[in-house]
């Protein structure tokens, strides 16, 4: 399986941007992908994930700020951001997994850097 990202960059304080992120390969059809974000000196945290069956969850930092959406016949995820703030710099990686036979596959990608910056 493999993610690649696109739509990171440098965007000012209350700007947009709209990430993407195709995934190819042997995929399951009942999965989750999300997005992901990891700020230097922290931790990995979840920002959005929308299962296969289009439902959505959202870290309480970008609530009302970002929509994540996906485009199943394409194994496609979307992240779009607006009003963003200098907190939300950090590399934003795409995420896919699944449960088979009890176990959980979870597969990355690379990361794309966003940077919000006057």
Do not use: H
């Not at 941007?17 to 997005?35: E, K, P, Q, T």
């Not at 289009?54 to 485009?71: E, H, M, P």
């Amino acid at each position: 399986v493999q993610l690649v990202e696109s739509g990171g960059g440098l965007v000012q304080p209350g700007g947009s941007l709209r990430l993407s992120c195709a995934a190819s390969g042997s995929i399951f059809s009942i999965n989750v992908m999300g997005w992901y974000r990891q700020a230097p000196g922290k931790q990995r945290e979840l920002v959005a994930g929308i299962t296969s069956g289009g439902s959505t969850s959202y870290a309480d930092s970008v609530k009302g700020r970002c929509t994540i959406s996906r485009d199943n016949a394409k194994n496609t995820v979307y992240l779009q951001m607006n009003s963003l703030k200098f907190e939300d710099t950090a590399v934003y990686y795409c995420n896919v997994a699944w449960m088979k036979r009890g176990a959980r596959n979870d597969y990355w990608g690379q990361g794309t850097q966003v940077t919000v910056s006057s």
